[in-house]
């Protein structure tokens, strides 16, 4: 991870998990996927089947939710070793 990197997860991360994975996951990916995709399915169909989209209404946000879970702690990792790695190498040895 780089510095403008963690800047950004720095202030990503001020939102909290739950937030994040409300907003980030399960709205921005899970639930914005399955709207999409029934969405096309219309347009392409010009018909909805009922069942699929409501099995993409509950699958697609359990989905990214899961994901958004190991997003976040792969990140969270990524972003403590890079704050430790540039707090080891600021310190100065003391005599």
Request: charged residues 20%; contains cysteine; aromatic residues 16%.
């Amino acid at each position: 991870m780089n510095k403008q990197k963690a800047l950004q997860w720095g202030t990503k991360r001020q939102i909290g998990r739950a937030k994040f994975l409300i907003n980030y996951c399960i709205l921005g990916i899970g639930l914005s996927s399955a709207i999409g995709l029934t969405l096309l399915e219309f347009i392409v169909m010009h018909d909805i089947f009922w069942q699929f989209a409501v099995i993409r209404l509950l699958f697609f946000p359990v989905l990214s939710f899961l994901f958004g879970i190991a997003y976040w702690d792969s990140k969270e990792r990524k972003y403590a070793e890079f704050i430790n790695s540039t707090t080891t190498t600021t310190e100065s040895p003391q005599r």
